[in-house]
């Protein structure tokens, strides 16, 4: 089971992502909100909303998640949540 959250860092005001016990410095990520034990809903600074879903609690192998919600309508694979978090971040 993956494990997400938003806090801020205690060296500085900055937004970080902690992710299965990391941190990510992702200041363009609001808000990641768990709907259930395999599928996270990830808020861009721009206000674009994602979702993010995968892993074993979907019934798929540990490096298979995908993200929803990309303006051309399609699922981008990804190895992990955290990839996936970091490339919403990016876009």
Known sequence: MSNARITTSKYSDMRVV????????????????????STFRVT?????????WGGKDSGGHSNEWF???WSSGGSIKCTSLADA???IHGM
């Open 18 to 37: 902690n992710i299965n016990g990391r941190t990510y410095y992702l200041d363009k990520i609001v808000a990641i909100e768990k709907i259930d034990s």
């Open 44 to 52: 861009h600074a721009n206000g674009q909303v994602f979702s993010v």
């Open 67 to 69: 993200i929803d919600g």
């Open 85 to 87: 978090v970091k490339l």
